[in-house]
């Protein structure tokens, strides 16, 4: 489909990147970015940010997790959120077991959600993990130099940290040996963690633990560096992503 070339960029607009927008080469919609930065915003919820490490997570849920079980008796706001993420839960599936990773291919984006929200409840992932995440998610971002501060990176990261809690299918044998013995086997099924399956998601978590999450977000982060201490994109010697990449082309 050919398009006047006044209605988009013919260069990706990510910064060092400057390869022709899908519009340009005709392969697509994207007015803006290139093949590649569409895929990498679909499966991390933004086009060059690159995604929250788990290490860098990990101190910030331990700490938003405690504040929670701190106050979940006494402070009625986190009260009422736990409350509607063991619905959502519990929702999902009414407890019944999860379908496979390899019986959900093909099925909506919606279904694939739900069907992860299943498997979370499945592992008996509490609630208030799913608020931790969520919060010291959003902590997590305000503190990292390199984030993309924008609601649908924060509710993508949010998601593919929920999902590598509970994720895919796994099977577990006996296989025959010809001399008569046997040998432990295994086969791991996972769904794709990218697309509308993570925005699903994340904004059916969003909606519910936004309320706690604005409130307490500040209060997490100075927790944290009070027990952990800063983040690394604060350290002295940090460098952004895309510069330690030009050095290293450079031979520096």
């Given at each position: 489909m050919s398009s006047p070339a006044q209605d988009h960029h013919q260069r990706c607009t990510v910064m060092g990147c400057g390869r022709p927008t899908m519009r340009a080469v005709g392969v697509g919609l994207?007015?803006?970015?290139?093949?590649?930065h569409v895929e990498r915003r679909a499966r991390h919820g933004s086009p060059f940010a690159p995604p929250i490490k788990a290490t860098d997570l990990r101190p910030y849920v331990k700490t938003a997790l405690a504040w929670i079980q701190e106050r979940q008796k006494t402070d009625p706001t986190i009260g009422h959120v736990l409350?509607?993420?063991?619905?959502?839960?519990?929702?999902?599936?009414?407890?019944?077991?999860?379908?496979?990773?390899s019986d959900i291919k093909g099925r909506s984006p919606k279904y694939r959600a739900k069907v992860a929200f299943m498997r979370?409840?499945?592992?008996?992932?509490?609630?208030?993990?799913?608020?931790?995440?969520?919060?010291?998610?959003?902590?997590?971002?305000?503190?990292?130099?390199?984030a993309h501060r924008i609601p649908e990176f924060r509710i993508v990261q949010t998601a593919k940290a929920l999902h590598r809690l509970a994720s895919g299918t796994h099977w577990r044998w006996e296989m025959p040996l010809p001399n008569g013995n046997t040998a432990p086997a295994e086969l791991h099924v996972?769904?794709?963690?990218?697309?509308?399956?993570?925005?699903?998601?994340?904004?059916e978590v969003e909606e519910i633990c936004r309320a706690v999450t604005e409130r307490d977000r500040d209060a997490i982060r100075q927790r944290k560096q009070e027990k952990y201490g800063p983040h690394p994109s604060h350290m002295p010697g940090w460098r952004p992503t895309w510069q330690r990449k030009l050095l290293a082309t450079r031979g520096y």
């Open positions: 994207g007015t803006a970015l290139c093949k590649y409350q509607c993420l063991d619905g959502l839960l519990w929702g999902s599936g009414g407890g019944g077991p999860a379908p496979r990773a979370l409840h499945a592992a008996e992932v509490p609630p208030a993990r799913l608020l931790a995440v969520h919060l010291g998610m959003a902590a997590c971002i305000e503190d990292d130099r390199e996972y769904p794709r963690s990218s697309g509308q399956v993570l925005r699903f998601m994340g904004e």
